[in-house]
């Protein structure tokens, strides 16, 4: 099993997401990763994720989404998180909006990984004081720090 820790590198966290709309939070993920050179078909990544969200919105509530994808020629997962101050209409299960994002990526070859990370992200953001942390910390390092640490409090299965 994975880690998130062994994932989320500190420039995969974007600390104040600009995107005002679901599109546009996946454009900007998609950017950064593009930037980062983790992945060089941007539009690719978009289309991925677009397809997943049309199945059904990838907003668990509680001010989370975690928009996920599984990717033909990916060598390994991905994870980035972002967190946006003013909030994001992601057609979340409860009708809020979202501040917390999780990105995860993974190889289209290895559905098991995929489906294991995003339980492992979704047990973390399970608690309420930590969700809360996550929405005032100040900065991005203290972001990932944060992160790392919850992740740590798990054991892998």
Same mark, same amino acid.
């Given at each position: $099993?994975?880690?998130?820790?062994?994932?989320?590198?500190?420039?995969?966290?974007?600390?104040?997401?600009?995107?005002?709309?679901?599109?546009?939070?996946?454009?900007e993920f998609a950017g950064l990763l593009?930037?980062?050179?983790?992945?060089?078909?941007?539009?690719?990544?978009?289309?991925?994720?677009?397809?997943?969200?049309? *199945?059904?919105?990838?907003?668990?509530?509680?001010?989370?989404?975690?928009?996920?994808?599984?990717?033909?020629?990916?060598?390994?997962?991905?994870?980035?998180?972002?967190?946006?101050?003013?909030?994001?209409?992601?057609?979340? $299960?409860?009708?809020?909006?979202?501040?917390?994002?999780?990105?995860? *990526?993974?190889?289209?070859?290895?559905?098991?990984?995929?489906?294991?990370?995003?339980?492992?992200?979704?047990?973390? *953001?399970?608690?309420?004081v930590f969700r809360?942390?996550?929405?005032?910390?100040?900065?991005?390092?203290?972001?990932?720090? $944060?992160?790392?640490?919850?992740?740590?409090?798990?054991?892998?299965?």
């Amino acid at each position: $099993m994975v880690r998130i820790s062994e994932l989320l590198q500190e420039n995969f966290v974007i600390d104040d997401i600009k995107a005002t709309d679901k599109d546009g939070v996946l454009r900007e993920f998609a950017g950064l990763l593009k930037a980062s050179g983790t992945i060089h078909r941007e539009e690719e990544i978009i289309r991925v994720l677009a397809e997943r969200e049309s *199945l059904g919105s990838t907003g668990i509530g509680d001010g989370v989404a975690i928009p996920h994808g599984k990717v033909r020629n990916l060598r390994d997962a991905v994870i980035a998180f972002g967190r946006s101050r003013k909030g994001v209409d992601f057609d979340t $299960m409860d009708g809020k909006p979202a501040y917390l994002f999780f990105l995860l *990526l993974s190889p289209e070859d290895r559905p098991g990984d995929h489906l294991k990370i995003l339980a492992r992200i979704s047990r973390i *953001l399970k608690n309420p004081v930590f969700r809360e942390k996550l929405r005032s910390a100040p900065q991005r390092q203290e972001l990932q720090r $944060m992160i790392l640490e919850e992740d740590g409090k798990y054991p892998q299965r």
